[in-house]
């Protein structure tokens, strides 16, 4: 498979009886992120295993806060949800975001919509007013899986909705909803794998610039760069300034700490040589 390309179920492997026990939609959705190479091919394949049940909607949205939403990394829609844009500049609602606030205190899934408003704690009417604006276009009930990653601390969410009275909804997730909670919390580790990978790519950084960055994220000072690289110690800081207007950062150490993030150096707990691993095993 090319890279860029989406990851198509003909192509995909063959698995043995021994990984048949997990319903079959969820299987060749697994098997499938296997070979996604992008952010892309990711959030494409899920939403083709939603729209097979009927649930044609999905909103994916990660914060890079773990308690403010106000620093939202990224928002994905399968729909035009420009109409939402002025809503969402207003703080009430944003405070009134049940799934949202929801995500960042609970790891349970909820189920969200106009058809299943008399299920939550009270909100008042400018947020059921959102909610019926959001059923005129299709989506009157959905199925909200919160997200987790821990390093850096995010919080995110992955929610199918559809166009589904509470009676059929309900159905689906009970005949669902635990594979399309088991599909999002992949989705999201594969999404985000691929999406930190992406971003020289995504930021324009050069070649030479995310060579400045490893030597960074290594700890080494200016003027080791500088002798490393066979270039003056001002143009090691004219480059590291121009890492610091792609990615964003404003100090050494984050630029130390994005080098890892995005897959340029390994990861400190499993660098290959070195002393061997203590490993702890616990035998309660």
Do not use: C
């Not at 390093?151 to 166009?163: E, K």
């Not at 009970?174 to 919390?185: D, E, P, R, S, V």
């Amino acid at each position: 498979m090319t890279k860029g390309k989406r990851a198509d179920t003909e192509s995909q492997r063959a698995v043995v009886d021994a990984e048949k026990y997990t319903p079959e939609l969820l299987t060749g959705f697994l098997v499938e992120m296997e070979q996604t190479e992008t952010s892309q091919e990711v959030w494409q394949a899920l939403v083709k295993m939603s729209v097979r049940l009927g649930l044609p909607f999905v909103d994916f949205i990660v914060a890079a806060n773990y308690r403010n939403w106000r620093k939202t990394l990224f928002i994905r829609t399968s729909y035009d949800s420009g109409w939402l844009n002025d809503l969402n500049k207003d703080p009430e609602l944003q405070r009134w975001s049940y799934f949202r606030s929801h995500a960042i205190h609970h790891l349970t899934p909820v189920v969200v919509g106009l058809e299943y408003v008399d299920e939550y704690h009270r909100i008042p009417e400018k947020r059921v007013k959102v909610l019926k604006m959001a059923a005129e276009r299709g989506m009157r009930a959905g199925f909200s899986i919160p997200l987790r990653t821990s390093a850096p601390p995010q919080t995110g969410l992955i929610t199918f909705s559809g166009d589904h009275s509470k009676r059929e909804f309900t159905a689906i997730i009970k005949a669902h909803g635990w594979a399309l909670n088991t599909a999002a919390l992949v989705a999201h580790q594969r999404y985000m794998e691929h999406f930190l990978a992406e971003f020289p790519d995504r930021n324009h950084v050069t070649a030479k610039q995310q060579e400045l960055l490893e030597l960074i994220g290594q700890g080494l000072q200016d003027k080791q760069i500088a002798d490393e690289l066979g270039i003056s110690i001002s143009a090691v800081r004219q480059r590291m300034n121009k890492l610091f207007e792609k990615s964003g950062v404003t100090t050494r150490p984050e630029l130390a700490a994005l080098a890892m993030s995005i897959g340029i150096l390994p990861d400190p707990m499993n660098r290959p040589g070195g002393r061997p691993q203590d490993i702890k095993i616990d035998m309660d």
